[in-house]
């Protein structure tokens, strides 16, 4: 079946895409990146210097999808926040932040870059470990940010399935599941 991770043995693994599958994750992929924004010196000044001392924000996001990708460190999630975590989370978020965008970012434009390589046709995407764990990072963070659009919780992720086809989340919700597959996948292939 075309679109799942196998086990290529050495702690890597293949994966066969066709051209819809590979466009669709390449999409996927290019929007989480302008969701992720820029990284230091993405104003163009390119100084090395300048993004290493850089400090990130002490304020968790104000969109969902990156509140979820970059949650607050102390405190209940559920709840509302007392000053003391949210002055703890906001220091913590202020060192660890933009370590944890660039990552992010990383991780999705191996994925780019691996799907560009397929030149804008289906094929086989080998995988050595360390861009699994890119892959696994990068598919991880798709699928939160589409489970937040979607307003998915765990309760109700299997009413997903029985989605009528003429509801306007169907293709979000096809993606988020597929994506899943993938995840699910990668993770088993790894441990063959």
Known sequence: MA???????????????DE???????????????LIGPGPGGDGSGD??????????????????LARLFP?????PDGPADPESREASGE???????????RKRE??????RALDGLGGEGGQVDLDPDACRCWLGALNDLRLTLGVRLEVD????????????????????MAYLWLG???????EALTD
């Open 48 to 65: 090395p210097l300048a993004a290493l001392f850089a400090e990130g924000p002490t304020k968790a996001p104000e969109d969902p999808a």
């Open 107 to 112: 991780d999705a434009l191996r994925v780019v």
């Open 20 to 34: 819809l599958e590979a466009s669709i994750l390449r999409s996927l992929e290019v929007q989480m990146l302008e």
């Open 72 to 76: 607050d460190a102390y405190g209940d």
């Open 154 to 173: 765990e309760d109700d992720e299997q009413g997903l399935y029985g989605l009528p086809d003429t509801d306007d989340r169907k293709p979000l919700v």
């Open 92 to 102: 913590f978020r202020r060192y660890t932040e933009l370590d944890l965008r660039a």
């Open 3 to 17: 679109g799942l991770f196998e086990s290529a043995g050495g702690g890597g693994a293949v994966l066969a895409l």
């Open 181 to 187: 597959a993938l995840q699910e996948s990668l993770l």
